[in-house]
């Protein structure tokens, strides 16, 4: 799970693996579909940030 928090992940088509339909909600409203593209995850590289605000407060 880290590496994709980290340095985030490509857009990608989502496909169900033993079923026929992903099921979700939007806004309330159930949605059934074959396939959703999803549209990727920014990186977010927090375990950086935190090393290096640690070694500026002295840790």
Known sequence: MT???LEGTRPRV???RRVQALRFEV???VVVSAKVRH?????NNFLRRALREG????Y
């Open 27 to 29: 806004s309330g409203h």
């Open 14 to 16: 989502v496909r169900p």
């Open 55 to 58: 070694r500026r407060a002295g």
């Open 39 to 43: 549209q990727g995850t920014q990186a």
């Open 3 to 5: 590496p994709f928090v």
